[in-house]
């Protein structure tokens, strides 16, 4: 059984989730404050590789709507190469198109604070592009 990490990255928070092959379903575990930094970034991640057991690593990749990559795609890229390089664990990319909007749709019923929404809505995304993931392997 494999168990995967995924990930909706951003400079200023990086949402989490954490999904298997054997349940097929992901979770959505935490927020963690971005420090800006690619290098800082995947430090702090890389801690969670480690509390969460991880086996592979699963990163929203921002297409253009056309299927191009665009500047913040190098980023993610670049994001995942130093994270690859620090765990030695396989890096997917995933479409994150639509993952927001999804994520949102996901919480609205809470009702909550716009606060605590933002609190939320990385997270979640982060369980949106992980779900997309699995079920991809599910049917391939």
């Known amino acids: ?6 990930i909706d990255y951003g400079a200023k928070r ?11 379903f992901a979770s959505p575990v935490k927020t ?4 800006g930094h690619i ?4 430090v702090a991640v890389e801690a969670c590789v480690k509390e ?11 297409l253009n709507m056309d299927d191009t990559e ?4 190098k980023i993610i890229r670049s994001f995942g190469e130093a994270l ?9 990319y995933a479409d994150e198109r639509l993952s927001s909007i999804a994520a949102e749709e996901l919480i609205r019923p809470a009702e909550l ?6 609190a939320r809505i990385d997270r979640v995304a982060a369980q949106v592009i992980l779900q997309s993931f699995l079920d991809e392997r599910r049917n391939a």
């Open 70 to 73: 665009g500047p913040q795609a």
């Open 1 to 6: 059984m494999s168990r995967f990490l995924g």
């Open 52 to 62: 969460f057991d991880i086996d592979g690593i699963v990163i929203g990749l921002p």
């Open 32 to 35: 963690i404050r971005g420090c």
């Open 39 to 42: 290098r800082g970034d995947a």
């Open 113 to 118: 604070t716009r606060k605590k929404k933002r």
């Open 14 to 24: 990086i949402g989490l989730a954490v999904g298997d092959d054997a349940s097929h």
């Open 84 to 92: 690859g390089a620090m765990t030695d664990l396989t890096i997917h």
